[in-house]
């Protein structure tokens, strides 16, 4: 019998608590079925593209959480291996009220035990508040308290409908149900989606990705693979929080039901159960936007250990021709920023940089941050702007080291975060576009007049490439040639449930 993964726990409700949940999930895993090496023949460059996969399903064809029988007591420790795999996005935390509806009949569910009080009616308003330790509810004539509180539709097809945090409380339609529970670390209510992965995935990739034809559905499939490993490798990764994963750029886009793309929706039904993994692990399957031509070293990015599948490659053929990436609206760009302009803006983000990287596992990466000119001098006031100099790239042509000279001393910034220093005037986008630029600096005696960084790519650059794998899919590459170009090494695989599911 399929099963679900227990609701938050409120024992494990402190900070940096791991629950039981999260112990018997973060293990390897996955039984793996099928694989895929992704071979030389399906190196890019071949001609073998559209490759097709043909791998058994795993799983059986899996049933929204919502179709199970309730639970009436705690489950066991020991589980089946088989079942869907249900994922908890946090929506969001320190929500003081919120109101919640189905499109049709749901079930109030109520603590761990998920004891069922009553059914509410669909587009019947359930009001949630925060009281003390629990959650108040009231809906229709009947009220109460509880540690967690669950709507849970009837039927699959019905939706929730909660307020969408990354979007002003507009109303954001969900499969699955609804978990509200007291924020863990602090005051309100903490909202969180339990949603099986591939209806989860519905939600996430046309918002990663975009919406594109047909002749580019392997792309699509690639970028569905990369998320739903993203997705299984990040499982607990949030625990302390009570949840798996944001339902933002923190982790992946998710929007919900509210507005699915029959392309995307296709390129998952593809893949479904498809991940790539590395020395019996999932990998971690970053991906961004535009590469500019050449993809990043993950540790020359973040303070994370070297992985064969994440090493800089030109985002191109292996023999020859045009950078996949090319046409891309970014792969180009410009920012500029008068020396009043950067000061100003300096004086905001180069104390955020100090701070940010004071935590010591980023600072012994990083290297100090800030050299003062005079003992004393406080990083946390530059003053007037006085040099800014790329120091030192990347193997992959990316900032490594820039010095931002002050009155106040030198600031030295590493790695991508270099995005949150420089950014642009307008305010958009909110950061830099990428790491991956020179500058262009006029001064007027011993201050900066005038500072324009021209750069390529955006984003990151680990991992695959969004608009150079949309490329390569109207090239004819199929979703395996594409994948092993991005994640050089790593293994396709198709994963049944483990324990704890
Ligand atoms: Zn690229």
Redesign the pocket.
Known sequence: MPRRRAVPSVQASRPGATSAVSRRILPPLFFLFMTIILGASAMVGGCGGRKKIDMPMATEPTQPAVSQPLPTAAEPSTRPAAGPLLVRVGLSTGVADLQLTATGDAFLLLDQMRRRETRVSGGATLALTRRGDGVAWRTGGQSGTAEVVVLQPVDPAYRVIAPDAERSGQPLALRGEVVVFPNRNGRGLTVVNVVELEAYLRGVVPWEIGRHGRDAVAALAAQAVAARTYTVSHLGAREALGFDLWAGIRDQVYRGAADEDPVCNDAIAGTAGQVLIHAGEPITAYYSS??????SQIEEVWPRRPELYLVSHP?RPTDGGE???AG?KYFHWQESWSGKQLESILARTLPQYVKYMSNSERATWAGPAFSPHQRGDDPGRPGPLKGIAVVRLTRSGRVAQLDITTAAGIYHLRGDRVRWVLVPASGKPAILRSARFELTVEMAGDRVRRVTAHGG?YGH?VGL?Q??ALQMARSGYGVEAILSHYYPGATLTSFTAGEGR
Do not use: M
């Open positions: 535009t590469c500019g031509g050449i993809t985002d950078v996949f990436c891309a790519g650059g490439c608009v150079g």
